[in-house]
């Protein structure tokens, strides 16, 4: 599933003075997996929603790491100079669903970021590791603060026969076709599409009373007519029972699919919804 929309909700930057970037080269492997989001340039599925962007423009680095998937998705930028000053960090978040009148601004208060070569040597092979702490306010009130970890790496100049190559390229390909013994597609040829508008159901989903997450993970079944089967959905987090009927219920009677299809066949199929609500 890839639904991306493009609407903007803060472009927030966070200057940095002289922090340094930190050079190790022994700073933690990309071909691993742990609790950092990966980002990378190499080859992706259509079903692969993190990239890699790497420039060099007027001695200044940048580095970009995106994600867009589901209804949200984000930019974070990181801005270098030739001394390895970390001049400017930036945190771009964008959703279907803007709340005009209570907008969320999110601030980088810190920013940790160790690289393993000095890029303006180097950059084939350049890979880095950072952490961010990002407040989220709301009418100038700070409401939480979110940790992200992230690493990245460039595979530009290294051979795509190299063991490191193949094992990211394994990372970001994605088995097509697979089906449950019910008769369900994990990853069809054409993955199922929202037709309806998620503004109401994202309003209708605010206006329930009790504790929820800033952005909802769902796994649900989207049968052959396009309609969410109640029954199937899941969620991740915690939440009340009571809570989680509420918004399954609100899910099913309030969007509408294009069926996944298999060999222009419309089938059932199980596919991940994120839901951005703050």
């Known amino acids: ?52 962007t790497i420039n060099i423009e007027n001695s200044i680095l940048k580095i970009e790491n995106s994600y867009s998937g589901g209804f949200i ?106 089906r449950t013994e019910n008769g369900v597609y994990l990853n069809p040829d054409t993955p199922p599409s929202l037709k309806s508008d998620t503004k109401e159901l994202i309003e209708a989903i605010k206006k329930i009373e009790g504790s929820k997450p800033s952005k909802l993970i769902v796994q649900a079944i989207i049968n052959e007519n396009g309609k969410i089967e109640k029954e199937t959905i899941r969620f991740r987090g915690e939440m009340s029972e009571e809570l989680k009927n509420k918004i399954a219920d609100l899910l099913t009677r309030m969007t509408d699919w294009n069926p996944a299809c298999v060999n222009e066949i419309q089938v059932k199929s199980k596919i991940p919804i994120i839901i951005g609500i703050e």
């Open 1 to 52: 599933m890839r639904i991306q929309f493009i609407i903007l909700i803060l472009i927030t930057n966070f200057a940095f003075g002289q922090r340094k970037v930190s050079i190790d080269k022994n700073v933690l492997t990309y071909e691993k997996s742990d609790e950092y989001e990966r980002f990378d340039n190499v080859d992706k599925t259509r079903d692969d929603f993190k990239e890699l």
């Open 73 to 178: 998705g984000y930019d974070i930028v990181f801005e270098i100079d030739k001394e390895l000053t970390l001049k400017e960090t930036s945190y771009h978040y964008w959703t279907d669903n803007i709340d005009l009148e209570n907008p969320t601004d999110y601030i980088v208060t810190k920013a940790k970021i160790i690289l393993n070569q000095n890029p303006f040597k180097r950059l084939s092979g350049l890979r880095g590791i950072y952490e961010l702490e990002i407040d989220h306010l709301q009418k100038n009130q700070k409401v939480r603060t979110e940790t992200f970890k992230g690493k990245f790496k460039t595979y530009s100049g290294i051979k795509e026969s190299s063991p490191e190559y193949i094992w990211a390229l394994n990372q970001n390909q994605v088995e097509k076709n697979i």
